[in-house]
């Protein structure tokens, strides 16, 4: 449904130069392939008429020569296919590969600074859930999440809106971020499961603190955020001392809390 409304779309004027390039050359390729569809049927109806009382080996060459035209028109069609195949999971193994990146950093900056009284879970996987949580952290200060983002992208957050933009120039382009592709929105779902699991283990009457943390510290935030962003790994380590002690969190406590969660890991 989409593609259809993509391509009854694909002839409106766009202000961006790059957009109205991608037309012009989607509406090229749709020629090309309407102008050898046509070709075809215009060759084939020529050579049955003309060539109908001919014997089979001359009939049996028009056939092979029409199959390997045919047959070029497939190949071409079909290495797109395989193109934007390896186009798109090349774009998701650089995204696996930055996110990976951008956590063991993350780790790095927080083993430096956090002492032996902090137990640090890296990937902490909730069961029953197919996400993972980048970091979970237990110590004096209570239950720490951070989630980990290290794109190249530039966000902009206000109260309501989180709007992604890619590119500069002619090439930027800015989506509105809906649901879970609203990385507070995530967050904050995440703990929520978090809080349940913690519940099922006995472990009630806290809250936990959260934050997502932006590798690069691209980020523009205007008005409230909703949670609490860290723009820029080198700001981990402020939020992370300016964070408020818990008195509940005493070593016994915070001893039980983590053989609580090993033992279901």
């Excluded at 090229?28 to 080996?57: C, E, G, M, P, T």
């Excluded at 996987?125 to 993972?132: A, C, T």
């Excluded at 806290?206 to 962003?229: E, P, Q, T």
Aim: aromatic share 16%; with cysteine.
């Amino acid at each position: 449904m989409y593609k259809v409304f993509y391509y009854m779309n694909i002839f409106k004027k766009e202000k961006s130069y790059s957009k109205q390039k991608i037309k012009i050359n989607l509406i090229k390729q749709w020629i090309f392939y309407i102008f050898a569809f046509l070709l075809i049927v215009v060759y084939l109806s020529y050579s049955i008429n003309k060539y109908r009382h001919l014997d089979r080996d001359t009939l049996r060459v028009f056939a092979l020569l029409t199959l390997g035209f045919l047959s070029g028109i497939l190949s071409l069609w079909f290495l797109k296919l395989i193109n934007n195949f390896f186009s798109k999971t090349d774009t998701e193994i650089n995204k696996a590969r930055k996110g990976n990146e951008g956590e063991k950093l993350t780790y790095l900056n927080l083993v430096k600074f956090l002492g032996n009284n902090y137990k640090i879970y890296k990937n902490f996987k909730i069961p029953n859930r197919k996400f993972d949580i980048d970091f979970l952290i237990v110590g004096p200060k209570g239950l720490i999440v951070i989630e980990v983002k290290n794109s190249s992208n530039s966000y902009i957050f206000t109260e309501k809106e989180a709007r992604r933009i890619k590119g500069e120039g002619y090439s930027r382009k800015t989506t509105l971020l809906f649901g879970n592709c609203d990385p507070r929105v995530k967050l904050i779902n995440h703990c929520k499961s978090l809080n349940h699991y913690l519940y099922s283990l006995g472990l009630v009457g806290f809250r936990i603190k959260k934050a997502l943390l932006f590798i690069n510290g691209n980020i523009s935030i205007n008005d409230k955020s909703g949670v609490y962003i860290i723009n820029g790994i080198s700001k981990l380590r402020e939020y992370i001392e300016g964070l408020n002690y818990d008195d509940r969190f005493t070593a016994e406590f915070c001893e039980t809390v983590n053989r609580s969660l090993i033992d279901k890991i």
